[in-house]
């Protein structure tokens, strides 16, 4: 057995069964040990972007690490961005990047570079091995890192010669360790707060699954409390019957108007919430400067337990009548636009799909109107870093075969990790991408405003501007093996849309608005 | 005037007026800044490593850097593998990358990164202003670090509070300093190494001009040593009438092969040979163990210069009979395949054309076979990190409208930066491009051999492998907005190669092999 071969056995005895991959030379005994050993599945991605977001997507729909297999320190540097948004999303994930054989580093080769040094900023935990007998365990260490509730970026430098080295050596199977607990005193000081009124729950992270919503529900219930969620969360657990927090603005003066009058904000499985960008003369705190923070769970403890705590300690009611009614709004006909979009997607968004939304503007219009929609889980952009829309669908429905994924997406965005399309055709996994083609990055039209630059003269209006040309997103898909339509009505929209939701595999619809 | 119009100022008065950006929220006063002055041309890409190739080609061909806009650590990290190659080309970039506001970063924002980490592995100088005050001679101080001869990246972080800010200061003007003189010493021993036999020159970065090769050229002439070349430079005059050296195998055991016999190996702009990846049991030093390695010029020396002295010292002849006799290989017919293309290319060349050549295994087999077609500048991947060539040819393009560029694009690194092609439709750039579409990576298949692996399984083949769906870059291409040919025959080829070239913009051609 080589190295390799016992960081994979390793990997797959710690049930990380899933590789997302795009090897290079450096790589190669690894995809021999996948190769030869049973129980991991290798998924080719075509640029580690696409990569990175798609281990994201598995790690939040499954709640446990895939791995990635990287190419030295550049093919790392191609999945930064998606791991950042990871990183914010506390997703569990393994990287395996290759480095050169240890003695072959002096000589300073064209792709050598510090991998360590290009890991660090978007890693919770950075490891390489010693030796080929070390590379078993330092997996192990990884993959026990990646589970460091609710979840990490762990990412292991294998130097090639260790991979391809002889060694007896195997890792201890890793154990994962249950959720930290919140302390009483914790749930004593929440209590102590809701009593006295003007109060609110601040959500995020796990506290965003139905059973902890279904507790902080029952608070409400008990206090007449606010429930509020994060802007940007890693997943949510939403539709008919579940209980649904008011999710807080993104535009910072919009924020700190909805969060008015709270003097008491309570954290669980959140940090306090704060402007996602300064801008000349505004607040990056968004909480009334006089507000109490009580936390009640920080994001890496068990929100679920700590709600749950919470609600019998206040003696609060099992059945809380805030289990969202069913609903959705009517669809339109004419133009299509975000709001045409919205409706078609909360009338046949099919119970138990999966909706990643990277939509920027239009997914802030659609969100609302899918509320009532039958019953899906929502992820979104944790970490502001745009092209995790498409990849993340990628490894929801890797993870979820069984359940429809809707990406969606919008058009700036696409165009980062577009790439993502051909693995979905390769693995025909059933994803459904609705393109919001507005033909602009819109968000930095209005951001340009806001951050007081004056009036947009023609070389910044070509610097936010996605047209001339346009992109034609059917034929990018053709392309890459993914069948598509193009919508510019809202029939048009409806009916493009009805066949990417029957369709079992991936088909694409650009939704021009 | 405020901190992003000094700066933007600042970089326009030391001439570089081209910037390459995908800018975001924290970016828009340098935005707005170059909006408002006159001198600096905006040219947006839809993904950052297309900004930061497109600056690399730029630096190739206009030897002075062109600027990135670049939004944050994410935005910086996409950009970094084609950082890491024009680092190893040792082109001249000014990396400009926005920051939150400096009282922001304590909020820990969800775009919240360490820049600075995220910049320095693949950067030559990082800076960061301290004040709206400081930015401009930041900005300075970047610009003269890249264009340290021949050049480096210089990475600047612009917090967004410094842009904003108002400020008197203007930077000092950058004055470019003439490349260090190899010493007399070295010109001595090199003369001294000929004069011994058994030598080759061996030549990198600006030992490749047409200047420098014609005087390595008096040196052969007058000595009989080899002349020999690194397998991946940056920019190489070639072609016709030009003194072609010879190109080191990029496979180290024929490397290692070729320099049998060579004693005295010379460096001329060049570090002495190694192997690409270290292999089981293979040398990683190239030369033979008991050669000498003396060195005229290194990377950072004037090279031209060097040779020159030498060519003088030696007592070398003006006419040196070593110039490249026009040839074209025969145009075949039937299936294509690398050396239809060659012949085709060979044929069809244009005089003054720029190629970029990230054609992999074809791009080798391309190479000696355009030896002697009309002169022409040869640009390839010189720090092994693939999805360089689209955006190398883009940047070149803008730095040198009146010619055509010719980029060779296997089709694994094309779907890394496929986005540049939708910047070439924008900007109207005349490029042809041509996807070596071999429907794999079909270097790693002979890698994976060479590694000692073994046979390729399934799920390793499928990892190598890039059909299932095959890619069809005509729609892709369609979609982005640059029309394209498909070819699968030496004719097909030969009519779609001469549309692309007949026409004036974007244009691509999707040869499958």
């Not at 902890?212 to 969360?233: M, W």
């Not at 004419?334 to 138990?352: F, M, R, T």
């Not at 493009?496 to 619809?509: D, M, Q, S, T, Y």
Request: net charge neutral.
């Amino acid at each position: 057995m080589n190295g390799a071969e016992a960081l994979i056995a390793t990997l797959i005895d710690a049930d990380v069964n899933v590789c997302f991959a795009n090897p290079g030379t450096s790589e190669m005994q690894l995809v021999a040990a996948i190769d030869k050993l049973d129980g991991m599945r290798a998924i080719l991605c075509l640029f580690e972007g696409v990569v990175t977001g798609a281990a994201d997507g598995y790690g939040r729909m499954a709640d446990k690490p895939a791995a990635t297999l990287l190419h030295l320190g550049p093919g790392l540097a191609n999945g930064l961005a998606n791991l950042h948004n990871a990183k914010r999303a506390h997703s569990p994930i393994v990287n395996i990047v290759g480095d050169h054989a240890t003695y072959h580093l002096n000589y300073d080769a064209p792709l050598t570079s510090d991998v360590a040094g290009v890991a660090r900023p978007m890693s919770d935990w950075v490891g390489a091995s010693a030796s080929a007998d070390a590379l078993a365990a330092e997996g192990s260490a990884a993959v026990a890192a990646a589970l460091d509730y609710p979840g990490r970026i762990a990412t292991l430098i294998a130097p090639a010669n260790h991979a391809w080295e002889e060694t007896k050596s195997r890792a201890k199977p890793v154990s994962r360790k249950p959720a930290p607990r919140a302390a009483a005193s914790a749930v004593r000081a929440a209590e102590q707060a809701l009593k006295k009124g003007d109060a609110a729950l601040f959500l995020g992270g796990r506290a965003l699954r139905a059973d902890a919503l279904d507790e902080a529900g029952r608070i409400v219930a008990a206090t007449g409390s606010r429930l509020i969620c994060e802007t940007f969360f890693a997943r949510m657990e939403r539709g008919a019957g579940r209980v649904a927090p008011e999710r807080l603005p993104y535009f910072a003066e919009m924020a700190t108007e909805n969060l008015k009058g709270v003097r008491r904000l309570i954290m669980v499985g959140a940090k306090p919430p704060v402007a996602f960008f300064a801008y000349p003369g505004k607040p990056g705190w968004l909480a009334p400067q006089d507000a109490d923070i009580v936390t009640l769970a920080g994001p890496r403890e068990d929100a679920l337990g700590a709600l749950s705590a919470l609600a019998e300690e206040l003696g609060a009611p099992k059945d809380h009548g805030r289990a969202q009614t069913p609903f959705a709004p009517p669809i339109g006909t004419g133009k299509l636009d975000a709001a045409g979009i919205g409706a078609v997607v909360a009338n046949l968004l099919p119970a138990n799909a999966v909706v990643s939304d990277e939509a920027a503007t239009a997914g802030l219009a659609l969100f609302p109107m899918t509320a009532g929609a039958a019953p899906h889980d929502w992820l979104t952009l944790t970490g502001g870093s745009i092209g995790q829309g498409l990849p993340v669908g990628l490894g929801a429905a890797v993870a979820c075969p069984d359940r429809k994924v809707v990406c969606l997406q919008a058009d700036g965005g696409a165009m980062y990790t577009i790439q993502a399309l051909w693995t979905m055709a390769r693995e025909k996994l059933d994803v459904a991408t609705v393109i919001v083609n507005n033909g602009s990055y819109a968000i930095l039209n209005i951001e340009f405003m806001r951050v007081g630059a004056g009036a947009a003269g023609p070389k910044a209006r070509q610097l936010l501007d996605l047209t001339n040309p346009g992109l034609d997103f059917v034929s990018m898909a053709r392309g890459m093996g993914v069948p598509g339509r193009r919508a510019t009505t809202v029939e048009e929209f409806r009916d493009a849309f009805a066949e990417a939701i029957a369709c079992k595999g991936p088909f694409l619809v650009d939704a021009v608005i």
